[in-house]
């Protein structure tokens, strides 16, 4: 039996752990215990304005992304969102969004995070769009009086303290961005390689003890 742990940080509007999706429900299907950390990456001081830069970046590094995973940017992503004059990328209502379903386990906390990315990265939706986001999270099963926490300043708390914990992690390891992808082996805390399965999702071991890290 693997007794081990492993850490899969991410954040929903992030392009890479977008990328990285399929390698992550990989895992979350192996036999080890798994924990899903939203990081709340994008935020003030660093919520860009697509107009700013960002936008440009991201429309520069979409076609490396696709090749290298399999995933798809759509056309309404770009148009919407990359090349907006007042998009501003904000994680906030995603990480709160993560954290209301947190206590249910990786799987309802990434079935969220599918039909979040497919949204954002498919429908071009805004990381801004508290609706569309509460539908979300009620079309997964959350009750409306609780997908109306959304915004409040007790969940927002909620959120960070689960950012805080991912930072901490990724800090013991040095590494400084999403997706990271962590084994935990009481206190040994290594970085798991999960891009060696990048377009081959159904290469990542059913024994994660067989996985390489970094």
């Known amino acids: 039996m693997f007794n081990e742990k492993l850490v899969v940080i991410y954040d929903t509007f992030c392009g890479w752990c977008y990328g990285a999706a399929p390698v992550f429900d990989a895992l979350v299907d192996t036999d080890a215990e798994v924990e899903v950390l939203h990081r709340h990456l994008f935020q003030a001081p660093y919520a860009p304005k697509m107009s700013d830069g960002k936008g440009a970046q991201i429309l520069q590094t979409t076609p490396h992304v696709e090749a290298l995973t399999g995933q798809v940017f759509s056309d309404a992503f770009k148009d919407n969102i990359a090349r907006s004059e007042t998009e501003i990328l904000e994680s906030g209502l995603s990480a709160q969004a993560a954290a209301l ?5 990786p799987e309802k906390e990434f079935a969220l995070r599918h039909r979040l990315e497919t949204l954002h990265f498919g429908v071009g939706m805004s990381s801004a769009d508290r609706q569309a986001i509460v539908d979300a999270l009620i079309a997964e099963g959350v009750s409306p009086e609780r997908a109306e926490r ?11 303290a689960l950012a805080k914990r991912a930072r901490s992690l990724m800090a013991a390891v040095g590494s400084r961005g999403v997706p990271t992808v962590l084994k935990i ?5 290594t970085k798991v390689d999960h891009q060696a399965f990048y377009g081959r999702p159904e290469a990542v071991p059913a024994d994660p003890s067989e996985l390489s890290t970094l």
Do not use: I, M, Y
């Not at 379903?101 to 386990?105: L, P």
């Not at 300043?153 to 909620?158: F, K, Q, R, Y």
């Not at 082996?185 to 805390?189: L, P």
């Open 101 to 105: 379903v947190h206590d249910q386990g």
């Open 150 to 160: 959304l915004g409040t300043p007790e969940l927002e708390a909620e959120a960070a």
């Open 185 to 189: 082996s009481g206190d040994h805390v």
